[in-house]
T-cell receptor, first 115, second 114 residues
Framework: NAGVTQTPKFRVLKTGQSMTLLCAQD?????MYWYRQDPGMGLRLIHY???????AKGEVPDGYNVSRLKKQNFLLGLESAAPSQTSVYFC??????????????FGQGTRLTVV | AQSVTQLDSQVPVFEEAPVELRCNYS??????LFWYVQYPNQGLQLLLK??????LVKGINGFEAEFNKSQTSFHLRKPSVHISDTAEYFC????????????FGTGTLLAVQP
């Protein structure tokens, strides 16, 4: 029972490099989210998707792009990494059936360091 | 703007003592309320949730929380903590309910001391 799987778990990038973080869920959830976690700031929503082929901006979208080509996958891209993007990134998914099934399931996180 | 406030960044407590972690949110519109726990170097795990009905909800590991609509609060409590409860606790809210977007507080580190 995999749930939400994020790859990679750790990555070090040089400033200006690009990379893609992959999130995969096997629960047939409609909604998927990317958050970043920074000390003292909690989790902040970067982008989210309410279904295959749709994406929307969250609270802190600048410097990131996303794609949801398949329902089970949600990709987060950094086109030109900056030290300010050093963070722990979490992917989450949830269904759209409302209560009592309203709950987000989280991946284990990706620790990204930009030097 | 919709927001979630956890005023205590860290709560030190001795083992077997009671604890309350505070959470307030900004809006009086309909809300769904959650508490998540994050153990060191792990993802987030749902502790409990309030969607409707009884304002007192019970979760895993002996935690409970009470929804207070008039005070827009959802404080988390445990009558007797253990060393293993040491973790970061996040309050999260869905406002209105159209997209299931979770808005998180900044987290409270519960540090249980022997």
């Amino acid at each position: 029972n995999a749930g939400v799987t994020q790859t990679p778990k750790f990555r070090v990038l040089k400033t200006g490099q690009s990379m893609t973080l992959l999130c995969a869920q096997d629960m047939n959830h409609e909604y998927m989210y990317w958050y970043r976690q920074d000390p003292g700031m909690g989790l902040r929503l970067i982008h989210y998707s309410v279904g295959e082929g749709t994406t929307a901006k969250g609270e802190v979208p600048d410097g990131y792009n996303v794609s949801r080509l398949k329902k089970q996958n949600f990709l987060l891209g950094l086109e030109s990494a900056a030290p300010s993007q050093t963070s722990v990134y979490f992917c989450a998914s949830s269904n759209d059936r409302g209560p009592p099934n309203t709950e987000a399931f989280f991946g284990q996180g990706t620790r990204l360091t930009v030097v | 703007a919709q927001s979630v406030t956890q005023l205590d960044s860290q709560v030190p407590v001795f083992e077997e003592a009671p604890v309350e972690l505070r959470c307030n949110y900004s809006s009086s519109v309909s809300v769904y309320l959650f508490w998540y726990v994050q153990y060191p170097n792990q993802g987030l795990q749902l502790l409990l949730k309030y969607l409707s009905g009884s304002t007192l909800v019970k979760g895993i590991n002996g935690f409970e929380a009470e929804f207070n609509k008039s005070q827009t609060s959802f404080h988390l409590r445990k009558p007797s903590v253990h060393i293993s409860d040491t973790a970061e606790y996040f309050c999260a809210v869905i406002f209105g309910g159209a997209t299931n977007k979770l808005i998180f507080g900044t987290g409270t580190l519960l540090a249980v001391q022997p």
